[in-house]
T-cell receptor
Framework: GNSVTQMEGPVTLSEEAFLTINCTYT??????LFWYVQYPGEGLQLLLK?????DKGSNKGFEATYRKETTSFHLEKGSVQVSDSAVYFC?????????????FGTGTLLAVQP | EPEVTQTPSHQVTQMGQEVILRCVPI?????FYWYRQILGQKVEFLVS????????KSEIFDDQFSVERPDGSNFTLKIRSTKLEDSAMYFC????????????FGSGTRLTVV
């Protein structure tokens, strides 16, 4: 079945460092891909998405490119801030059943130190 | 900005007891979902609900689980006889359309079964 694998955390960076969180997927067909973020004490928020190969999703300085050839959707940010500290989830849309549902990775905790 | 509200934020219950997790979806949304995340594991789809009936459920959603929209505003998840392995974070989500783009998640209920 469809699945998502993302790098284990925690990832600890200093402020202004470059961030990469790796995400790869296994899917039949052409799913949409998402990054969700969960700040402490809050719900899952959509950070960015891409709906087809070579699409780049971007938001708040984060970006990720849908790479069909490597089945990847790595999250990047050029300069992280302390306020980016959160758990980041990679996900894909699974249209195989009656409902379009999300399949998530395990999440990666990012801790940014001042 | 409209929110999905979940209560309680944390519930502790004894094994074998019934629990009801409550969610208030966004008022004009039509599709409702429950997901859960066992600590350190993936966020997993449990069930989707539309037009007052279950649209799809996962293998996890066995006879011990049920969902209901009793009064047109609340959306509840009931676990009849809790087991230790039901300890997890439970997320409610709603969307106006069937696609995964439009999901709004709540902040979750942490269920601890002792």
């Amino acid at each position: 079945g469809n699945s998502v694998t993302q790098m284990e955390g925690p990832v600890t960076l200093s402020e202004e460092a470059f961030l990469t969180i790796n995400c790869t997927y296994t899917a039949t067909g052409y799913p949409s891909l998402f990054w969700y973020v969960q700040y402490p004490g809050e719900g899952l928020q959509l950070l960015l998405k891409a709906t087809k190969a070579d699409d780049k999703g971007s938001n708040k300085g984060f970006e990720a490119t849908y790479r069909k050839e490597t089945t990847s959707f790595h999250l990047e940010k050029g300069s992280v801030q302390v306020s980016d500290s959160a758990v980041y989830f990679c996900a894909l849309s699974d249209r195989g059943g009656a409902t379009n549902k999300l399949i998530f990775g395990t999440g990666t905790l990012l801790a940014v130190q001042p | 900005e409209p929110e999905v509200t979940q209560t309680p934020s944390h519930q502790v219950t004894q094994m074998g007891q019934e629990v009801i997790l409550r969610c208030v979806p966004i008022s004009n949304h039509l599709y409702f979902y429950w997901y859960r995340q066992i600590l350190g594991q993936k966020v997993e789809f449990l069930v989707s609900f539309y037009n007052n009936e279950i649209s799809e459920k996962s293998e996890i959603f066995d006879d011990q689980f049920s969902v209901e929209r009793p009064d047109g505003s609340n959306f509840t998840l009931k676990i009849r006889s809790t087991k230790l392995e039901d300890s997890a974070m439970y997320f409610c989500a709603s969307s106006a359309v069937a696609d995964t783009y439009g999901y709004t998640f709540g902040s979750g209920t942490r269920l601890t079964v002792v």
